[in-house]
């Protein structure tokens, strides 16, 4: 899984809380522009997919605007292989990736984890 | 009449400059109705296409083209990159191998750079948005295109319906981006983006003029 933030801050701070829900889950976290300012970077993303790839595939979680295109533009840049084997999601990225985690720690597939990250956006807080 | 290589590239120099000159105006206006770095991030990306630039300049107008789209995807940082970047790659597209312009390579060069826009932004006009500028201009263009127009005629037509095309965005409620997050109060603002387009374009047309 890839957390995609335009603050690398706070793409590295839902990753710390994410992690907890399953160390074995490989999980990266980009945000921030190469020069360290706030947005995000398309090349950036890709050396981040490049480096949690398996066989399972990854899951992308996006934040605001551009996170989603540089992201899309990050995918078309892998080989048409590679492309296949990620998948961008609609969740939250702060309860998607939470979710995410656990439903990959129980060991399903990208399509279900996908789907129950972004059933997170119908999580209640308050009950 | 054509369009040369070398006004090509006097023309993304001129796109460079006329960013940098307007970046406190940019980064005013996305200031009102944005996350105010839209001048910065334009100046910072036009900055690595002239880096770059020396390198590629003698190579057809495709890979010229191509340059300035990568330049911008990876210097910009914000949504104008991916935007921006794609715009200039679909005109790489079109001007792959050549040397020189016609009208008619000019004309799909606007427009698919205008698809390839609509595709990654997923916007339609009177959404306050660069398409706001840019399809107008598009479509001015081929229409003084179709009346076998010179190119400097076509870009003239083209520049001032992109202006138009800006000016337009004032009263509009914003669609997308960060403005869409403000609701009502980012009417009575113009579109950051679409000025910039309506930059991208005079500075296009100010190398014609000579």
Known sequence: ?127 | MKVAKDQIVAMIKEMAASVAENKKYLTELDSAIGDGDHGINMDRGFRKVLERLPAVEDKDVGSIFKNVGMSLISAVGGAAGPLYGTYFMEFGKVAAGKEELTNGDLEKMLAAGLNGIKRRGKAVVGEKTMVDALEPAAEAFAAAAAKDKTPLACFQAAVAAAKKGKEATIPMLAKKGRAHYLGERSIGHQDPGATSSELILASMLKVLEG
Do not use: C, F, Y
């Open chain 1, 1 to 127: 899984m890839v957390i995609v933030s335009h603050s690398l801050k706070a793409a590295e701070g839902i990753k710390e809380i994410a992690q907890q829900m399953g160390s074995d889950v490989p999980l990266a976290a980009v945000g921030g522009t190469a020069d360290g300012r706030i947005g995000t970077d398309p090349l950036m993303i890709k050396k981040a997919i490049e480096g949690v790839m398996g066989p399972d595939g990854v899951l992308l979680l996006v934040d605001l605007g551009s996170a989603v295109m540089n992201a899309q533009l990050a995918v078309e840049m892998l080989g048409d292989e590679d492309q296949e084997q990620v998948v961008l999601s609609n969740a939250p990225i702060l309860e998607g990736a939470v979710v995410a985690v656990v439903e990959s720690a129980m060991g399903h597939d990208l399509e279900r984890v996908k789907r129950a990250a972004e059933e997170a956006s119908h999580m209640e807080k308050l009950l």
